[in-house]
């Protein structure tokens, strides 16, 4: 039964571990217990309240501007899986830890239980959307963990064992305690606190297939007004070039959100209010779709965008003006005398986002959006409802899941990024991106296609250049000019020789600005500098 006893004269490290071990595990299945049942609560409070979730959330809040950007280019879209993952790291190391401190000290043990409880109740109190029931998960989840962990800690104690006779000490010390009750007690335990986290996993599951069933019998009306045609020749036919519209399943997703929201369009609504609103309104899913829709290609563009990065894409969004929509509640710009310059969004998550009133209502197609690339949003992109202003990064602009609009002024609040050191207003800087050759490509010597995206939202791009080993500024063939609002593609013939190259390129803008060569990183409001990428010819 113990491999330790025929292996000879068994140490004192063996014998801690004997004693650890099982201790440790108990630990560890206080944990789970903890887990699995805030699991279960936050089925019936909400799935974000969980403790992992709301933990990392605070992790997130909480986490300084450099760090943030260093985990979004290291780890991408993945970043939130390393988050979660070493929570879990870290919770199973203080769970073992707790675990054998229960064994000496029962009632310490079960304390210590309590308090990663009140932390996780505090996480998700405290998160920006955070409400009083949402401590509940954390709370039973610890309490019953506590219970679990005294209980199984009895098993561990030597109370039924006869005093070791003298110079025994080593056998007893492993003989001492109840193990089939242990075993027993843990099993059950375990067992019952998976059955309690996979009944909460399915009464998660279900309410979110009901919402998604429900996105799925949306049929978005024909807008009023429809996206002008894409010229023919917008979208160049050149292998690894990005399409000129990002389908959906490929569009860039950058978020503070660990459960994507799943709201449910019946019963959403939004709210219109503050400074200078002389009507406030609340509409619903419904009103907004029975409204003039409008139709537009606009590409968005993340600040924490490299040069040359990947966070940036155009779709096709239908939705409602929402100068329209201001207007009608009596807001004036403050050009024209009305007391807001901000407009702050806020999501379901807590998120907030504050615009300038006066782009917003200067005539571009600042929209309220419904539908992307034909379908309603993706619930990863917002669904049911969120900003697209054009010429804006999306931080101060492109509120997913959006459920309030409140007018107030920009000295008077701080948006939830620019409290932690992002530019209050920020419009997207003039960049140019080389898709085609890739980095350390070697293409065979001849001509060489050079083609990639530039982007300057609301100016439009005027000129894109290229420049090979810090040589002379060749242009660039644009391809067919789609608006202002959205991104072009461009291609420069290369006459290529063998050897190693650098592609350099460069934009300018509608207004004639170039883009500048000093590299400047993402904080507070874009990255600047050239794209460059290095081959090497054959
Ligand atoms: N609710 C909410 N909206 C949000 C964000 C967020 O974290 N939460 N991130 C913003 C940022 S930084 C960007 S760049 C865009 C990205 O939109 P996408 O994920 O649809 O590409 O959404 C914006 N809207
Ligand atoms: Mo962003």
């Not at 004192?12 to 004693?19: D, K, Q, Y």
């Not at 449910?264 to 609340?282: M, N, Q």
């Not at 924490?304 to 239908?318: C, D, E, F, H, K």
């Amino acid at each position: 039964m113990d491999d330790s006893q025929k292996q000879g004269a068994p140490g004192p490290w063996s014998s801690r571990l004997a004693r650890g071990a099982p201790a440790a595990l108990s630990g560890l299945i206080a944990g789970f217990t903890a887990l699995c049942v805030a699991e279960l609560v936050a089925a019936a409070v909400r799935p974000e309240a969980g403790p992992v979730t709301a933990v990392g959330g605070a992790v997130i809040d909480r986490t300084p501007p450099a760090v943030k950007d260093f985990a979004v280019r290291n780890f991408g879209t993945a970043d939130k899986l390393v988050l979660q993952l070493g929570i879990l790291v870290l919770l199973a190391l203080f769970a073992m830890g707790i675990g054998v401190l229960a064994s000496r000290h029962r009632r310490t043990g079960a304390a210590a239980v309590l308090v990663f409880g009140v932390i996780g109740a505090v996480s998700a109190v405290g998160r920006p959307e955070g409400r009083a029931t949402d401590a509940l998960p954390s709370v039973v989840g610890a309490l019953v963990a506590a219970g679990v962990l005294y209980l199984l800690a009895g098993r561990l104690a030597p109370a039924t064992a006869p005093p070791p006779a003298a110079g025994e000490t080593e056998r007893a010390d492993r003989g001492v305690f109840d193990r089939r009750g242990f075993v027993v007690a843990a099993t059950a335990a375990a067992a019952a606190s998976a059955g309690a986290g996979l009944l909460g996993r399915q009464l998660q599951a279900s309410r979110l297939a009901g919402v998604s069933a429900a996105r799925g019998d949306i049929t978005l009306p024909a807008p009023a007004s429809p996206a002008p045609a894409i010229p023919r020749g917008a979208g160049l036919d050149i292998r690894g070039l990005s399409s000129f519209v990002t389908p959906n399943k490929d569009f860039y997703r950058v978020d503070t959100a660990l459960t994507v929201p799943r709201v449910d369009a019946g019963s959403w609504r939004l709210r219109i209010h503050g400074k200078g609103v002389a009507r406030p309104v609340t509409l619903g899913f419904q009103d907004l779709l029975a409204r003039e829709l409008i139709e537009r290609d606009i590409t968005l563009t993340c600040v924490s965008n490299q040069v040359g990065g990947p966070y940036v894409g155009t779709a096709r969004w239908i939705g409602v003006r929402l100068a329209d929509l201001l207007r009608e509640a009596g807001v004036k710009p403050p050009s024209r005398g009305g007391p807001a310059d901000q407009i702050v969004a806020r999501s379901v998550d807590g998120m907030t986002i504050g615009t300038p009133v006066e782009d917003v209502m200067d005539g571009r197609d600042a929209l309220l959006a419904v539908g992307m690339n034909g379908e309603p949003l993706p619930f990863d992109h917002g669904f049911p409802v969120r900003m697209v202003v054009p010429g804006l990064y999306g931080y101060v602009s492109a509120c997913k899941w959006i459920q309030d609009i409140e007018l107030t002024t920009f000295d008077s609040y701080d948006a939830y990024w620019v409290k932690r050191d992002w530019a209050r207003e920020a419009p997207i800087k003039t960049q140019a991106r080389i898709d085609t050759p890739r980095p350390f490509a070697s293409p065979r010597a001849g001509t060489v296609p050079v083609a990639g995206v530039a982007w300057a939202q609301h100016r439009g791009i005027e000129r894109v250049e290229v420049r090979v080993d810090g040589g002379e500024w060749h242009t660039a063939r644009l391809a067919a000019d789609a608006g202002r609002d959205t991104w072009r593609q461009w291609v420069w013939e290369w006459p290529a020789t063998t050897g190693n190259h650098t592609l350099e390129v460069r934009a300018t803008d509608r207004t004639g600005a170039t883009q500048t060569e000093e590299r400047v990183g993402t904080v507070p409001d874009g990255a600047t500098g050239w794209h460059s990428v290095v081959v090497d010819v054959s």
